[in-house]
């Protein structure tokens, strides 16, 4: 298959008509698209997806509501119709898809999916093909399942990585979608449709049977038999339904959660804010009756002056009592051992006697020093008394009224501050929370819980059936062959077709083990051959897959290479969905929007050089920083066969614009 | 840039397992398998089931007159 051209008109960003012409020349077969992020890259996937299969998807590969599509600004102004057009060659054939959006005649503004009818064109070398066979001939080329193989994005590589996981519920389903896409549902279904005729010819002959002299007793044992596995198998098909519904609501439940997780954060946000704003105000009404209180001791300020003076004077008074009493101890301890001298003719340190020349110069002295204590004394004060005074004052004083009137004045405006803040906050947090409900979080996460034991339940439920089942298979295969066994060569027709129908299945039953086994031999080799020229690591030695089609790198021994970085993580995903579009498809185009997030230069430039030789057309939907004219440009150029840009015309709109 | 289409590998196995039951016609096989190729993606099961029972009923009733 190789794209022509897609013509999108009123589609997602892009109002009215937009062309992108898809690169013709084999050796030249790269397109690349240059767009910013949000301004409409993925928008070009989905419109080649829309085309083809009537989806698109956003993020988390959601599909995107038919409402949500049409141009805003078509739509504002009564502009109703979207539509894609994706005109290609397949076989030899040429091909125009056209697939139309518009708004149902009874609807005046449209606002649910529903409220539009969509139209399918095709035309095969210009004949019209009627429109209930247009979705077979797709099949024929590009079944949707195959999509994922030329169709995708970062996310859906990311999708990949899944595939290590044993046992994962994204793994089963990526392997499903694996297997779909490599032909195993021809057997699956084969082995299906083959088992219900089976049964349906078995249950003809158990009939027959009956009429059979010396069959009756078997006959009747069959068409109990088969009517208990009827049972089961009604009992199956309703318990999957049931878990499949179960597991919607769990998927659904869970994507809810986790979106509402904001919510549920504002919500406890909220609350504390609530909490503090009441704490604020307590504090605001606690320092204004601080501050009344603090009235009642104003006169203080008012001779806090004359106070501050008297203070500075008592404290001079009592340096000078602390000074004054310092001397006279020291005078009296001068005047007592002088005294004790003179009362002693002997000097009682050395034992000497005193000569009466000393003793009279000692009493001079004395009476000198008596003298001062005289002249001292009538300055003495009570030291106490102003000591207490002093402490009295240092009370009354210690802090001014006009100070912790200050200190309360800011206080108090750091909380309403502060409470400004947080009612700012809370306006913000309820404003988002309007309309919403943070109480549903909580049951929701409440159903979570019942659900998923409801699942666990169920599946336990699925096992004893089946095993239910695979018994009266048992009883079945058994009476069948009694009744095989009694008829010898003139078996009935209903016998021979059951026979023929058993065989059938038993080949197609077997035939889907060899193609996996041979599927991943071949996926395993293609994806090793594409590593290896992908991968910036030549030490590896390959890649090892997995029952789950996941991929390991094989490292110089031949070991597993337990961890990897995100960017090899990618070049393992590539090189698998090339391993896997290669195993059972012609070379087709490969579309890759905003593939290169995680990968460094040399892996970008290994990438871009091998994909161009590997498919048949390589169209790159990215932003400059991916591949820039300094991000990988280069590698490309030889290669590059068209190249567009992006332009930002409004929020609403964007336009494409060829550059070469 | 070559345009070979890979082998039909779900064909190749179905003919590996069917050398265990002799008695089956390789027409027989092939024809089934292209009725379950034609309508793999079908969602419903109702042609593919209808074809099935045609093409055994017919390739029975073409033993009966050939015995």
């Known amino acids: 298959m190789k794209l022509i051209r897609l013509t999108l008109t009123n589609f997602m960003p892009y109002k009215g008509e937009t062309i992108l012409d898809f690169p013709q020349d084999p050796d030249r077969n790269t397109l690349i698209v240059l767009g910013d992020n949000m301004r409409g890259k993925t928008s070009l996937l989905n419109g080649i997806r829309w085309a083809f299969y009537q989806k698109a998807q956003g993020r988390h590969l959601r599909a995107i509501p038919l409402h949500l599509m049409p141009n805003r600004d078509a739509v504002a102004e009564g502009d109703w119709t979207m539509e894609a057009r994706i005109e290609f060659e397949a076989g030899g054939v040429y091909y125009d898809l056209r697939r139309e959006a518009k708004k149902r005649a009874t609807v005046s503004r449209p606002d649910r999916p529903e409220d539009y009818q969509v139209f399918a064109f095709m035309k095969k070398d210009g004949a019209a093909v009627a429109a209930s066979d247009i979705e077979a ?4 080329f590009a079944p949707e399942q195959v999509s994922r193989f030329f169709l995708f994005d970062g996310e859906l590589l990311q999708e990949y990585e899944e595939l290590l996981v044993e046992g994962s519920e994204q793994g089963k389903k990526i392997k499903d979608a ?31 049977a009956s009429l059979v002299a010396g069959l009756e007793a078997v006959a009747e044992s069959f068409s109990k038999w088969s009517a208990r596995r009827d049972m089961f198998e009604a009992d199956i098909v309703t318990l999957k339904a049931q878990q499949v519904a179960v597991r919607e609501e769990r998927r659904s439940l869970e994507d809810s959660i986790a979106e509402s997780e904001s919510v549920y954060a504002h919500k ?16 605001i009404e606690s320092k204004e009756s601080f501050k009344r209180s603090l009235a009642a001791d104003a006169w203080r300020d008012l001779v806090r002056p004359r106070l501050l003076k008297k203070r500075d004077q008592l404290q001079a008074r009592l340096a000078g009592a602390s000074k004054l009493a310092s001397q006279q101890a020291k005078l009296q301890y ?16 050395c034992g000497q006697r005193v000569e009466n020349v000393d003793r009279a110069a000692q009493q001079r002295q004395l009476d000198d020093l008596l003298g001062e204590r005289a002249a001292l004394a009538w300055c003495d004060v009570n030291s106490e008394d102003i000591a207490a005074r002093h402490r009295a004052l240092e009370k009354v004083l210690s802090t001014s009224v006009r100070s ?4 309360a004045d800011s206080d108090l405006s750091n909380l309403e501050v502060e409470s400004a803040r947080v ?19 909580i049951r929701m996460r409440q159903r979570l819980q019942a659900v998923t034991r409801d699942e666990a339940k169920g599946q336990i439920e699925i096992e004893d059936r089946e095993k239910k089942l695979a018994e009266a298979d048992r009883e079945i295969q058994s009476l069948t062959q009694r009744m095989n066994a009694r008829a010898g060569q003139n078996s009935t027709r209903a016998a021979v077709m059951s026979k023929i129908f058993g065989a059938l299945h038993g080949v197609f039953d077997a035939s889907i083990d060899n193609l ?6 071949i996926v395993e080799k293609n994806a090793t051959d594409a590593f290896l020229r992908m991968s910036t690591q030549k030490s590896y030695r390959g890649l090892s897959i997995n029952a789950n089609y996941g991929l390991t790198i094989l490292g110089p021994d031949g070991e597993c290479v337990p961890l990897r970085s995100a960017g090899a993580e990618q070049v393992v995903a590539l090189s698998l969905i090339d391993g896997l579009s290669r195993a059972n498809r012609a070379p087709g185009p490969v579309v890759m929007d905003t593939p290169f997030g995680r990968l460094d230069t040399k892996h ?7 994909l161009p030789d590997s498919a048949r057309q390589f169209i790159l939907f990215v932003h400059d920083g991916e591949l820039g004219e300094s991000a990988g440009m280069e590698s490309l150029a030889h290669r590059i066969g068209g190249k567009y840009e992006i332009q930002e015309v409004s929020s609403n709109q964007s336009r494409l614009r060829r550059m070469s | 840039m070559t345009e070979a289409v890979p082998q039909d590998m779900a064909l190749a196995a179905l003919i590996e397992a069917a050398r265990a039951a002799p008695q089956l016609p390789s027409e027989l096989i092939n024809s089934a398998y292209a009725i379950e190729k034609a309508h793999q993606f079908d969602e419903s099961r109702e042609t593919p089931l209808r074809l099935l029972q045609k093409l055994v009923e017919e390739f029975v009733a073409q033993s009966e007159a050939r015995q």
């Open chain 1, 604 to 610: 970008r430039h290994n990438i871009l050089s091998y």
């Open chain 1, 516 to 521: 996996r086994t041979n599927l991943r031999a």
């Open chain 1, 268 to 283: 406890i946000e909220l609350d504390a804010k609530r909490e503090r704003l009441k704490q604020i105000f307590t504090g």
């Open chain 1, 178 to 208: 694996i297997e779909q896409a490599l032909g195993v549902p021809a057997l699956i279904n084969g082995r299906d449709d083959l088992q219900a005729l089976w049964k349906r010819a078995q249950k003809e002959q158990g009939k027959e």
């Open chain 1, 137 to 140: 001939e797709i099949n024929r």
């Open chain 1, 404 to 407: 912790r009137v200050r200190d």
């Open chain 1, 334 to 349: 001068q005047i007592e051992h002088l005294q004790e001298h003179l009362g002693d003719s002997v000097c009682p340190t």
């Open chain 1, 423 to 441: 009612e700012s906050r809370i306006d913000e947090l309820e404003e988002e929370l309007f309309e919403q409900n943070p109480d549903a979080v």
